[in-house]
T-cell receptor, first 113, second 115 residues
Framework: DQQVKQNSPSLSVQEGRISILNCDYT??????FLWYKKYPAEGPTFLIS?????DKNEDGRFTVFLNKSAKHLSLHIVPSQPGDSAVYFC????????????FGQGTTLQVKP | EPEVTQTPSHQVTQMGQEVILRCVPI?????FYWYRQILGQKVEFLVS????????KSEIFDDQFSVERPDGSNFTLKIRSTKLEDSAMYFC?????????????FGPGTRLTVL
């Protein structure tokens, strides 16, 4: 099941710079996308989401961009902080409306002080 | 802040043994889920549960797996006869609504090691 893909397993950025995490999807029926953040020894925590009727959603330092024609979304973190170091998962709800989330493989972000 | 809790944090078992993983969802949530993450792989959906019934299950969730809400607070995942490939991190999640924009709250996970 490769409906949601994160092709970069890791990303390293300097504190204060922008972090850009990418996600691609194959199912054009997806109409909502979520980003989760996961620290070691913890469960994923919801970060930000976007509906397919929008192309941008911003929440503080976090902005998600959606390009439906390219089936691509990205999460921008500006400015990046060392506490942002975590694994970031892109996810989309399954079509059956039972709450199932389909996750990407995750990208490990390291923000260096 | 309310949170989802899971016990135990780590479970070691022998192949063929039964295990029960326990979760206490957030108290006013009605929708419950189990996911798992094999080391180095993606988080995979196992099952969703609402109104004392399974709403959806994945192909991973075969006859060896079952879920139960035995009382008003606990939500359990049972693996009847564990296999080596069941070794993974198991996450419970809950939400107060269902739909495309539901925010699911995850527990810290139970690491299951099958020897």
């Amino acid at each position: 099941d490769q409906q949601v893909k994160q092709n970069s397993p890791s990303l390293s950025v300097q504190e204060g710079r922008i972090s850009i995490l990418n996600c691609d999807y194959t199912n054009s029926m997806f109409d909502y996308f979520l980003w989760y953040k996961k620290y070691p020894a913890e469960g994923p925590t919801f970060l930000i989401s976007i509906s397919s009727i929008k192309d941008k959603n911003e929440d503080g330092r976090f902005t998600v961009f959606l390009n439906k024609s390219a089936k691509h979304l990205s999460l921008h973190i500006v400015p990046s902080q060392p506490g942002d170091s975590a694994v970031y998962f892109c996810a989309a709800p399954g079509s059956s409306n039972t709450g199932k989330l389909i996750f990407g493989q995750g990208t490990t972000l390291q923000v260096k002080p | 802040e309310p949170e989802v809790t899971q016990t135990p944090s780590h479970q070691v078992t022998q192949m063929g043994q039964e295990v029960i993983l326990r979760c206490v969802p957030i108290s006013n949530h009605l929708y419950f889920y189990w996911y798992r993450q094999i080391l180095g792989q993606k988080v995979e959906f196992l099952v969703s549960f609402y109104n004392n019934e399974i709403s959806e299950k994945s192909e991973i969730f075969d006859d060896q797996f079952s879920v139960e809400r035995p009382d008003g607070s606990n939500f359990t995942l049972k693996i009847r006869s564990t296999k080596l490939e069941d070794s993974a991190m198991y996450f419970c999640a809950s939400s107060d609504q269902r739909g495309p924009n539901n925010e699911q709250f995850f527990g810290p996970g139970t690491r299951l090691t099958v020897l």
